[in-house]
């Protein structure tokens, strides 16, 4: 599968509870944070939910 690589560029300060726990579920704790996870439909998902605050790049 592909690869992609996921930074937090935005706090999830102020943010709804459900985003937050989105965020902790892919890794992202902190601001300016990456990952680098397999590009599978759950992941994806979890991304599309929380495409305002990330920055995704396929490796």
């Not at 930074?7 to 937050?20: F, M, Y």
């Not at 994806?44 to 490796?59: F, I, Q």
Request: net charge positive.
């Amino acid at each position: 599968m592909k690869k992609i690589k996921i930074t937090l560029v935005k706090s999830p300060i102020d943010r709804p509870e459900r985003q937050k726990l989105t965020l902790k579920a892919l890794g992202l704790n902190k601001a300016n944070a990456s990952r680098e996870v397999e590009a599978t439909p759950q992941i994806l998902g979890m991304v599309r939910k929380v495409t305002h605050m990330v920055k995704v790049e396929e490796l």
